[in-house]
């Protein structure tokens, strides 16, 4: 959030060349605030576990905020009951004709799988185009950004040759940028992906702004210059055992996955992993809210316009 100072201190202009949020008291007396208005498309098959990995993340901060949950599809779920889904998840039907401060799509177990083939790949692109006309900001989730390159930018599918699994060290490349205000020059974030995105490949084919990026692991955030799309490839939502969990179920399903990177201590799996990136998370999305959502976002939803959207800071 903002900090308000009068209209005329001195500090003010340092504070700015410095790209501190600060809101002149003219400003800040003509702020209508009310609750943020949130939708999560959950996309992935532990609908649960991971809604409840989101919302920890959006629930760290002063803005309050409304969550709606969203299935791409009405069919059955294999580790959701599907009391669960009717009782707390919407079809895309019934909030077309809505507009959303901020739209999260999330991963999905789909890293091997073209595009094409993805049984629901047209309702997807249906909900990323309404998107545009109807959100004021998305944030896509690894698998949900490599599937947002293709239907936004036309960027094929890239996959590496191994499943990239663990914590990696990024580097902060766009230090003003309100997305990663207050990161540190380097921070530990965890993925899990085939996805293959490198700053070089990005950067040729699209107009993002790269804003951190790893030797390892390429690309980790990018923004669009108005900051509606957000684009995350790993997962600061992950819990500390979540990378483990998947670590075993390859294991049981004789995958013969690597064990994952600077996860678990002296990368023992016999050592309870610890959960290293929890404060970059937080960070992450508290910026994500404030400065894409919060701070761009019409105070009246049914005036939404995408006119209304700058590209600078």
């Known amino acids: ?3 308000k100072i009068p209209d005329q201190l001195p500090a003010s202009d340092t ?3 410095e790209r501190i949020f600060i809101m002149s008291e003219t400003r800040a007396t003509t702020q209508m605030i009310r609750p943020l208005k949130v939708l999560i498309l959950n996309l992935m098959p532990k609908k649960i576990e991971t809604e409840t990995q989101f919302l920890r993340l959006l629930s760290n901060s002063p803005l309050q905020v409304d969550i709606e949950l969203l299935r791409i599809d009405d069919r059955p779920s294999k580790n959701t009951p599907t009391e669960h889904l009717n009782n707390f998840y919407r079809q895309f039907d ?3 004709n809505r507009n959303f401060d901020g739209l999260i799509i999330t991963g999905a177990p789909l890293g091997l799988v073209q595009f094409e083939d993805v049984a629901y790949w047209d309702h997807l692109q249906t909900i990323m185009s309404w998107a545009k006309n109807h959100v004021t900001s998305t944030l896509y989730v690894c698998w ?3 599937a947002a390159l293709k239907l936004l930018y036309n960027l094929p599918k890239r996959t590496r040759k191994e499943k990239l699994s663990g914590v990696y060290h990024h580097d902060v490349v766009s230090e003003f940028h309100p997305v990663v205000r207050g990161f540190d020059d380097n921070f530990l974030a965890p993925h899990s992906r085939y996805a293959d995105f490198t700053a070089e ?3 040729e084919h699209t107009d993002l702004d790269i804003l951190a990026t790893s030797d390892d692991a390429g690309v980790y955030l990018a923004s669009s210059k108005d900051k509606r799309h957000v684009f995350v490839t790993g997962h600061p939502e992950y819990d500390a055992h979540t990378l483990h969990n998947e670590y075993v179920r390859d294991l049981a399903e004789g995958m013969d996955p690597a064990i994952p990177v600077n996860y678990y201590p002296n990368d023992n799996p016999d050592n309870p992993p610890i959960a290293s990136w929890r404060s ?4 992450l999305f508290s910026n994500w809210l404030n ?4 701070q761009q976002t019409p105070y009246d939803l049914d005036h939404f316009s995408i006119e209304n959207f700058t590209k600078d800071d």
């Open 1 to 3: 959030m903002p900090i």
């Open 15 to 17: 504070l700015r060349q």
């Open 94 to 96: 019934t909030v077309k």
């Open 144 to 146: 949900a950004a490599q």
């Open 201 to 203: 490949y990005l950067s």
């Open 280 to 283: 970059h998370g937080h960070l």
């Open 291 to 294: 400065y894409c959502v919060y």
